[in-house]
């Protein structure tokens, strides 16, 4: 098995952690914003912790962007796993790319709904400037 | 107009006390420093001679030598000493392998059995005299100098760009010579012992076995109580802080603030100049993320640009020169501009003639900007070997020093104009409030940029080294974060969002935690340039607690943003800055993943040993250049681009577009390539050499030129996706400008009712 291969599946899982990172952390900026949140907003669920915690457009955008830069680590990941299975096409080398593959689409898969989804993120952004 | 006044400090004393205590500390530290590499750094012998006396190089000759290396802007393309460009080899690692393997190969033809350890005892011997100023070289030493002086005489005249190089690049035999006593006298610094000392001049650098340079017992010492500083630091601070809130901003902001609406917001003529400011700023950073594209295509196809020899015309070290310098100048750009627009705001004023001659410095930094790209261009084609005109030759200040002193000047300029604007506001503050602290901190720009002047090519490369650095790091990390962290804390005070007194305390923190780490931290950047060890030790200990204040004021400015936001919710107005905050929030994850992480990553004396000029120092340098200063110079834009411009002429859309390239560009540059090619190249050098890893053969290897082709999305989409728009969006600026208001200033600010509210104590 070559090199290239074995570290391009490695490679791919540090990406994924990575990336699980990241979307933790945009996980907890989301929390905050509904722990935060008006009760009127959202009753029967977390009580607010304080009137002056209003929704925070920040926390959730920049929840957006750490949900976005781990979704961006997932296609780096794949993206070099599929370079690496293109300049080597041997059953071997393909199963071993195709098994690091699933990691981070299986991230991805967590991400995207999230993302790209009707969730809180746009429910709650602030107006817009103009 | 009411002017405010506050003529007692707003926080407590103690604040500016410690302050001032530790400020003074780091730079007594600091001359001293600079005193001992004055009287420690490796002589430059008057001549060097091999035991029949026949001489085989002067002092005069790696003067010289180093004077050509500096003026062809050879540093942008090889390094010595680990200091320099990454795609030619460390001159400094190359002459001793090379050197070693000559005398090494004449031991194993006289047919000794110790042909290796001989080789390395005699690189080991210092045989400097410094009474006579003679450096003695072993018949075999010096054989090894003429053969490589053939060699790197051969190496640079080669009548192809198969290296980066122009061809026939230099083709002067005494130039050749002078260059090979200038590599030369940099590898004997590296292996000979310093007198007293079990290792040599260099703390042992480069990593080289067949010369028994390997890493220092005080080299681990250091690497482990750095970590031991970081560790310890970060618990202590996140304590202390966590547990009495010195801040004070943990408490609640009650105050309901209403948001002017861009077009409401009256601007002066000095701040409707900034409009062009801008623009240029966003010419100049198009012109260098290209710049960037094609200095990172020599890495993936080193004499083919599409179809085209770029080399013929810009050369991989003409390329490297104006990605880097640029990087500086846009940079510089926005926050000179930002100072202009923010001014006014602080004082409720702005004395006549004041947009006369925003335009006036805006046309000098043309000047210097174009001059000096040109001068560097002449250096390395040969037409200008003038270090006034030319090249000068040090990364990152490696504009000529007439451009040096103009720019130097122009920044003087630039605080002239700021304090004319502030003069009537400074007169009814006490001294340590934030408008005292917006000047000293715009004061500091240029006076700190003037260090640069010190270094000069006369000097020798480990003093200029010393120099040099206080602009790459003291001006870059300390005094460029603190003008920053003062203008952002400003911005949210004019907005209404946080008052003075919390901002104050932010900023006096920044000030305090940046110059505990930061201004001995600088030594970490002379762990193997010829310093005595102490920088090493002092530069590890202190560099690491550089990591607690980047953790601790990105969780801060979290607090602060959260406080900010709150406020906005409770605004009666649209929040207009949506973008620049956001652009504020990709700061803080840049700060600490690319200064915090990837530099505390190459910043152990241990790491940097085998790591130093190695892609790892790039993806740290791009991580938190870009990430960091690059997005705070494009998020200042946004802030001031929203009040220059009509409403309906802004664009969220380009904004928004511009923000997510910009973030995913560095993030794949940095994640698909510059990591794991660091530490492939890590890797290569400790497991087969130093040398090794930084030679052509391994830059063009394949797995290598895969990685390196790898980033080319991420590049177009920062390119396309993320220059582009802010162009545009500067563009309408300049096009579309807001017409000036000739009446009283009632909106010069941006929130009414406590846009610039006060706190008394």
Not at chain 2, 219 to 236: N, R
Not at chain 2, 447 to 471: K, S
Not at chain 2, 739 to 750: H, V
């Amino acid at each position: 098995m070559s090199a290239e291969v074995l570290l391009a599946g490695g490679y791919a899982f540090v990406l994924v952690l990575a990336g699980t990172a990241f979307e933790r952390m945009a996980s907890h900026a989301e929390r905050d914003a509904f722990d935060s949140e008006p009760s009127g907003l959202r009753a029967g669920r977390r009580t607010p912790r304080s009137a002056r915690d209003d929704p925070s457009f920040a926390h959730l955008h920049a929840a957006r962007f750490h949900r976005g830069l781990a979704l961006i680590l997932c296609v780096c990941a794949v993206y070099i796993l599929v370079i690496v299975a293109a300049r080597h096409p041997a059953p071997a080398p393909l199963a071993v790319l195709a098994g690091a593959a699933l990691l981070p689409g299986w991230l991805a898969f967590r991400i995207v709904p999230r993302l790209f989804g009707k969730g809180v993120s746009r429910e709650h952004a602030p107006r817009p400037g103009r | 107009m009411t002017q405010p006044s506050n003529p007692r400090l707003l926080i407590s004393r103690g604040w500016l006390q410690a302050t001032v205590l530790v400020f003074l500390f780091g730079f007594f530290v600091l001359g001293l420093l600079a005193y001992r590499v004055n009287v420690a750094q490796p002589p430059v012998p008057e001549r060097v001679e091999t035991p029949s006396k026949r001489v085989v190089f002067t002092g005069d000759d790696v003067m010289a030598g180093q004077k050509v290396f500096l003026s062809r802007g050879l540093m942008q393309y090889g390094s010595i000493f680990g200091h320099g460009g990454y795609l030619g080899p460390d001159y400094t690692a190359d002459y001793l392998r090379r050197a070693a393997e000559f005398v090494k190969a004449e031991y194993a033809r006289e047919q000794r059995s110790d042909a290796g350890e001989q080789t390395a005892r005699e690189f080991k011997t210092n045989l400097y005299d410094p009474e006579t100023r003679t450096l003695t070289y072993t018949e075999k030493q010096a054989a090894a100098f003429d053969t490589l002086r053939s060699y790197y005489g051969a190496y640079f005249s080669d009548s192809t760009s198969q290296k980066g190089l122009k061809p026939s690049a230099i083709t002067d035999p005494d130039d050749h010579h002078g260059l090979t006593a200038f590599f030369a006298w940099s590898a004997w610094a590296g292996s000979a012992l310093r007198p007293g000392k079990d290792y040599s001049y260099t703390n042992n650098w480069p990593p080289e076995p067949r010369v028994g340079n390997e890493p220092t017992g005080a080299m681990v010492t250091w690497s482990v109580l750095s970590l031991v500083a970081l560790l310890g630091g970060i618990g202590v601070l996140l304590a202390a802080f966590g547990r009495w809130n010195w801040l004070g901003w943990h408490g609640s902001e009650e105050r309901a603030v209403l948001f002017r609406r861009p077009g409401e917001v009256a601007l002066t003529p000095g701040q409707r100049a900034t409009a062009w400011f801008f623009f240029v700023m966003a010419a100049l950073f198009v012109a260098q993320a290209l710049l960037g594209g094609s200095s990172q295509h020599y890495r993936a196809e080193i004499s083919d640009f599409f179809g085209f020899d770029l080399a013929q015309l810009v050369p991989f070290n003409v390329a490297r020169t104006w990605h880097v310098q640029l990087a500086i100048f846009w940079v510089a750009t926005s926050f000179l501009a930002a100072g202009i627009f923010i001014a006014p705001m602080v004082a409720r004023r702005e004395p006549r003639g004041q947009a006369g001659l925003a335009y006036a410095l805006l046309g000098a930094l043309f000047v210097v900007v174009a001059g000096s790209l040109f001068g560097e261009l002449a250096g390395v084609h040969g037409w200008i070997l003038n270090d006034w005109f030319g090249h000068q030759g040090f990364e990152y200040l490696d504009l000529g020093r007439f451009w040096q002193v103009l720019l130097t000047i122009g920044l003087v300029f630039w605080v002239i104009l700021v304090f004319r604007v502030l003069r009537t506001r400074l007169r009814t503050e006490a001294v340590g409030n934030m408008p005292w602290l917006f000047f000293f901190s715009a004061l500091a720009l240029p006076a700190f940029y003037a260090v640069g002047l010190v270094a000069h090519q006369e000097m020798t490369f480990t003093a200029t080294e010393f120099w040099r650095f206080w602009v790459v790091h003291l001006w870059v990390e300390d005094f460029l974060e603190l003008f920053t962290t003062v203008m952002v804390a400003y911005i949210f005070v004019l907005l209404g969002v946080v008052r003075e007194k919390v901002a104050l305390a932010v900023v006096y923190l920044d000030i305090v935690l940046y110059s505990v780490g930061g201004v001995i931290g600088t030594m970490h950047h002379l762990y193997f340039s010829g310093a005595p060890v102490e920088h090493m030790a002092l530069g590890a200990f202190f560099s690491a607690a550089e990591v607690i204040p980047l953790t601790f004021l990105t969780l801060e400015a979290w607090t602060f943003l959260r406080i900010g936001t709150a406020q906005q919710q409770r605004a009666a107005t649209p929040f207009p800055h949506l973008w620049a905050v956001m652009f504020l929030v990709s700061v803080g994850f840049w700060n600490f993943v690319g200064a915090g992480i990837f530099g505390f990553l190459i910043n152990l004396p241990i790491v940097s040993y085998y790591e130093i000029g190695t892609a790892l120092t790039a993806n740290h340098a791009h991580a938190a250049m870009m990430g960091v200063y690059g997005m705070l110079a494009v998020g200042l834009a946004l802030f001031a681009l929203r009040y220059l411009m009509p409403d309906d002429k802004w664009s969220d859309r380009a904004a928004k577009i511009s923000f997510w390239s910009l973030n995913i560009g560095l993030a794949w540059m940095v994640f698909a390539t510059l990591f794991p090619l660091g530490i492939l190249q890590l890797y290569e050098s400790v497991s087969k050499g130093y040398f090794e890893a930084r030679q052509l053969q391994f830059l063009t290897g394949r797995t290598v030129s895969l990685l390196e082709w790898l980033r080319l999305p991420g590049d177009i989409i920062f390119i396309v996706g993320g220059t582009l728009p802010v162009l545009w969006l500067t563009w309408r600026g300049v096009r579309h400008r807001v017409p000036l208001t000739t009446e009283e200033p009632q909106g010069y600010f941006f929130t009414e009712g406590s846009g610039v509210e006060t706190d008394r104590p």
